[in-house]
Each structure stands twice: as C-alpha cells, then as structure tokens.
C-alpha cells in the first residue's frame, strides 16, 4: 500500500517536472519566434522598391548612424570647397560663398567679413587668380554631440605669374540638424569654425610668363 502511494509521488513529481519544463521551452520557443518576427518586419521595412524606367528595383535603406562618418566628412568637404573656391568673378564669388555659409552658422559669416574687409576678393579679381582647394582628410571625434573636427586641406592660388600652394587647417563643431534641406541636404550646421593654420609650401613660375618674360628681354629698345 504505501509502496503504491510512494510510487505514485514520485510519479507525480516527474510528471510535474516535465510540465515545468514543457513549459518553459514552450516560453523559449514563443520569445524566439517574436523575436524573429519583429527581426522579418525589420528587414522588410528597410526595403524600398524604387521603379527606373519601367523597371522595379529592390534598394536597401540603411539607419543614419550608419553613414554618419561618411555624411558628416562630405558636408564638411562641401562647405570647404564653397568657400574657398574662387574665380576672379565677383557675381561667382557671392554666389558660392552664399551656398557655404547655408552649411555653417555665424563664425563662417564672420570670417567671411573679415576677408572681405581685408580686401581679398577685390585682389582676386583684380589680380585674375584662381583659388582651388582640395580636402585631404577630416579627422572626426564622435564621441559626442556637436561633433568635433579638424579639416587639413591644399589650397591653389593661380596667377598669371606664378602658382602657389598653401597649406590649410580649419577646425570647428558639427551638429545635426536633423532636417535636410535644398541648401543643406546633409542636414548638418557647422558651428564655432576657425582657420588654424593658412600658409604658403611652395611658389611655382608659370611656364608661360617665363617665356614672356624672356621674349620681352630679347626685344630691341
């Protein structure tokens, strides 16, 4: 009698274990199967069909953060090029300087003036020099909020003289906007920027006014 009862209690146990269990792994299952679901949902919303001539293409959109780097270093090489960019044309000058200061705030305005005051457009275009820059890296710290860079780049003066190259370092803030705009399609603003460094590597004589200058000699008085 008591043998029976003790075998039925430990039956009871075991079946009460495996229920436990069942139940558990039950739970595991349910939770592994929503998180797969919201993972599925996920992944299909991040695919845009996008149609080009007639044709249905399956694109990827990707989060913010992802490209962020690549973002932040292009709205930096875009505003460094609008600004220092220059063709002896005053009309040209306004035009680009206008589209860099849309990428930054008051301090880009602010060196604007000063340059303008000093009178280095009217030198550019009353000398016929041509100024072109080249971004040669942008380091980042993205750490925090507003985003903190250094800029170095070349820059390229052409006279009808000689050629000079400079060496250009800038150094300021970024933050997002969070908005993009027809101005400001990457949606950033650089804030608190400042030129560190702005000197001259190397002086080059044109070929050309060489030439002139020696056909100028040569001609009898």
């Known amino acids: ?21 069942l139940i558990g792994a039950n739970m595991v299952t349910m939770c592994f199967c929503v998180y797969k679901s919201y993972a599925i949902v996920n992944q299909a919303q991040n695919r845009v069909h996008i149609l080009y001539n007639g044709k249905v293409l399956e694109a990827l959109a990707t989060d913010r953060k992802t490209n962020l780097p690549v973002e932040l270093r292009d ?8 600004f220092f960019t220059l063709i002896p044309d005053d009309k040209q000058i306004q035009a680009t300087i206008t589209k860099a200061l849309y990428l930054a705030d008051g301090s880009a305005k602010t060196a604007y003036d000063n340059l303008k005051e ?7 275009i009353s000398g016929n020099i041509s100024q072109q820059i080249l971004v040669d890296s942008t380091r980042l710290d993205l750490n925090q909020e507003p985003y903190r860079f250094t800029c170095y780049a070349t820059e390229k003066l052409v006279r009808a003289s000689s050629t000079v190259i400079r060496k250009l370092v800038t150094q300021g803030h970024i933050r997002d906007l969070r908005m993009e705009t027809d101005n400001n399609p990457h949606g950033f603003l650089i804030q608190g920027w400042e030129i560190l460094e702005n000197t001259n590597v190397n002086t080059q004589n044109n070929a050309n006014a060489t030439i002139q200058e020696t056909n100028k000699n040569k001609q009898p008085e």
Do not use: C, P, R, W
């Open 75 to 82: 709205h930096i090489k875009t505003f460094h090029e609008d």
């Open 1 to 21: 009698m008591f043998q029976q009862l003790k075998n039925i209690d430990t039956a009871f146990k075991h079946i009460k274990l495996f229920s436990y269990l």
């Open 118 to 124: 000093a009178g280095y457009y009217n030198n550019v």
